[in-house]
């Protein structure tokens, strides 16, 4: 069982930046895929970030690659979105996940099983 708490969430102006940060508890931080989810509303669940467990390759969508970073410090069992250039199109709740399934292809997925219970990032224009 693994649970994951978001925070870091809150209002920031386009072109600025925020930092999210998603704290695990349970055992085997480093087994888990870990990732990013956002939901706008109205619209559909997307895929935002993905990391593998050691934290060697990291997945991203073009909609936020060169403007987002995935990280993750495995000895603290925490996992990072640094989010730069902020879009109001980024505004959205923001979803910490988990999985033991390779993170290349979560932009497939909906099935990932473990879900933080979001933090709402809004952007102003």
């Known amino acids: 069982q693994v649970q994951l708490v978001e925070s870091g969430g809150g209002l920031a102006q386009a072109g600025g930046s925020l930092r999210l940060s998603c704290a695990a508890s349970?055992?085997?931080?480093?087994?888990?895929?870990m990732g990013w989810f956002r939901q706008a509303p109205g619209k559909a669940r997307e895929f935002v970030a993905s990391?593998?467990?050691?934290?060697?390759?990291?997945f991203l969508p073009d909609s936020v690659k060169g403007r987002f970073t995935i990280s993750r410090d495995n000895a603290k069992n925490t996992l990072y979105l640094q989010m730069n250039t902020l879009k109001p199109e980024d505004t959205a709740i923001y979803y910490c996940?988990?999985?033991?399934?390779?993170?290349?292809?979560?932009?497939?997925?909906?099935?990932?099983?473990?879900w933080g219970q979001g933090t709402q990032v809004t952007v102003s224009e």
């Open positions: 996940v988990a999985d033991v399934r390779p993170p290349r292809g979560w932009m497939y997925l909906r099935d990932l099983r473990y």
């Open positions: 349970g055992r085997s931080f480093s087994s888990y895929a």
């Open positions: 990391i593998t467990g050691s934290g060697d390759m990291t």
